[in-house]
């Protein structure tokens, strides 16, 4: 039986842009939700967890949104070996649910993008921009706190593959294709 071989061949390194781990801060990084309280603190709710380290569930949702937008004609994980231009880097600063005002809670996302333009081995910063995303919740609770998260993340990837696919644009033109 011989294999069979989906998506498209030969795309050009200019084309490919490589999605790396994304890091969460501290404190909002680990499994715990974090809340910011009515004194103006942040507490960790250890009986309320993500299903898996964000981290790990960002960066996965990060390559498949990507790869689906098409903004690049391939898009890897940072764990492949596929020679790429562009790497993205992503740094989420805050990610909590602010219940400070518990009759109009919210979800705080702010995050920072790096486009590493890593071409001819010299790497350089072609684009950063950072987000500052703010979502009101239906309930200060951890369900409402994970699906507010839900709905800044998909607001994220939104915005950053609007503002990074001009790069595989510019790519695709000097790369005659």
């Given at each position: 039986m ?32 974090t ?74 996302l ?18 950063q ?49």
């Amino acid at each position: 039986m011989r294999p069979v071989f989906l998506g498209q061949s030969g795309v050009s390194r200019d084309q490919v842009l490589q999605i790396r781990r994304v890091n969460i801060s501290p404190p909002y990084d680990g499994l715990s939700l974090t809340y910011r309280t009515r004194e103006g603190t942040y507490v960790k709710d250890y009986y309320n967890q993500w299903a898996a380290p964000p981290e790990d569930l960002f960066t996965t949702q990060l390559v498949d949104y990507l790869g689906a937008s098409q903004a690049f004609a391939s898009v890897v994980d940072g764990r492949s070996a596929a020679p790429h231009r562009f790497a993205l880097e992503t740094c989420i600063n805050a990610l909590y649910g602010d219940f400070e005002e518990p009759q109009h809670p919210k979800l705080v996302l702010a995050a920072r993008i790096y486009l590493i333009d890593d071409s001819a081995g010299n790497r350089r910063v072609a684009y950063q921009n950072r987000y500052d995303i703010t979502i009101p919740l239906a309930a200060a609770s951890a369900r409402g706190l994970a699906q507010g998260a839900g709905d800044a993340y998909r607001k994220l990837l939104e915005s950053v593959t609007q503002d990074i696919s001009p790069f595989n644009k510019s790519a695709m033109t000097a790369d005659g294709h």
